[in-house]
């Protein structure tokens, strides 16, 4: 494992887990919202699709993403390992909510100064309603991808549960 992509739905604890893989592992942690937003107004960064590949290329390294589609392919031709959180929307929910009211109430800057406010609660892109709305489309297109030929071999870890993430992060390294 030195290509790592950790994936799953918006609230499932992605950026957590690759933190923590990234310093068991002795790699490079790499936050795929943060190469993308660069700016106020939550611009796009133009040489995103750039940066990613750079770092792609690299010998070791941990996306918190399923990847932008403008890189996706990219960072899954890349991957070596995929650790997917495939939580129930039960735990996931609770923990999307959390974090958008806390950023929301406390005005928590995130990606290029941005901050999520009162009116981006009532977009479709929202972290809350897109956790929701995405969350069997999403686990549908992590599965297709982790059993398509183009990305073989691509060692898929799916873990079902925040404990036997816990469990499987504690063996690991």
């Known amino acids: 494992m030195r290509r790592i992509l950790v994936v799953g739905i918006s609230g499932a604890g992605k950026t957590t887990m690759a933190r923590a893989l990234a310093a068991r592992l002795g790699l490079t942690f790499h936050e795929m919202d943060a190469l993308k937003f660069t700016g106020p107004g939550w611009a796009a960064d133009p ?7 750079e770092i792609a290329a690299g010998p070791g390294w941990v996306f918190d993403s399923f990847g932008y589609p403008e890189v996706r392919d990219l960072v899954w031709t890349h991957a070596d390992t995929v650790v997917w959180l495939d939580y129930p929307r039960s735990v996931v929910m609770p923990r999307v909510l959390r974090r958008s009211l806390r950023r929301t109430v406390l005005r928590e800057r995130v990606f290029g100064g941005n901050v999520e406010t009162a009116a981006s609660w009532f977009r479709a892109d929202h972290p809350v309603r897109w956790a929701w709305s ?3 489309a999403r686990r549908a297109e992590i599965e297709r991808r982790s059993l ?6 691509l060692r898929v870890v799916r873990l079902r549960s925040p404990r036997s993430a816990r469990d499987w992060l504690g063996t690991t390294g």
């Open 47 to 53: 040489a995103f699709r750039e940066r990613v590949a």
């Open 134 to 136: 995405q969350h069997a």
């Open 148 to 153: 398509d030929r183009r990305f073989a071999p």
